[in-house]
């Protein structure tokens, strides 16, 4: 059972696909914010990894490793050398991320990714394109190298009206 919690329930497609990742394998939870998801999968079984530029919502919990650091800015890979079953992101794009992000999963991984693409301009923020998924971008990122369990381009209207960007997808061994 989800409980929730001042820092938000889980997203649905997480919670739906969760089930993809190996029994207490390593999980990533990049640009973690709050912890909903890190939070959700310790409680799996998992051992976390969250990282974000503020930990200050997560760093005392002893079932997450914490790590601080800006994704954006240049620095260097702050998880260098270390593999993961399970690479989860949520509202969140960096696009330069993604070579790394792949580099990071272990073979047989599974990469949980659900962000806003275009279109998202009609209903909110990010009205950026640099924060927007272009139609079937996700899939790109893949192509060749997954196996795609899930995908969703579509608007949703939960917890607010958006256009999502999801997958669920398994690097191939």
Do not use: C
Not at 22 to 41: I, N, T
Not at 65 to 81: F, H, K, N
Not at 129 to 135: G, N, T
């Amino acid at each position: 059972m989800i409980v929730p919690d001042a820092r938000g329930l889980p997203s649905p497609w997480v919670v739906q696909w969760a089930g993809l990742i190996a029994s207490g394998a390593a999980v990533l939870d990049v640009a973690a914010g709050g912890g909903r998801h890190s939070r959700f999968l310790a409680g799996r079984g998992h051992k976390v990894t969250a990282v974000d530029r503020d930990i200050s919502a997560i760093a005392a919990d002893p079932d997450i490793e914490s790590i601080q650091a800006d994704l954006e800015d240049g620095s260097p890979w702050p998880l260098a050398g270390r593999r993961f079953g399970a690479i989860v992101v949520t509202n969140y794009l960096h696009r330069p991320l993604f070579p790394r992000l792949i580099d990071s999963l272990e073979a047989g991984g599974v990469l949980l990714y659900e962000t806003f693409m275009e279109g998202n301009e009609r209903f909110g923020r990010p009205t950026n394109p640099d924060f927007l998924l272009k139609e079937g971008e996700l899939l790109d990122v893949v192509r060749g190298r997954f196996a795609v369990m899930a995908y969703e381009a579509r608007l949703i209207s939960e917890p607010k009206m958006a256009m999502v960007q999801r997958i669920a997808a398994r690097l191939s061994r």
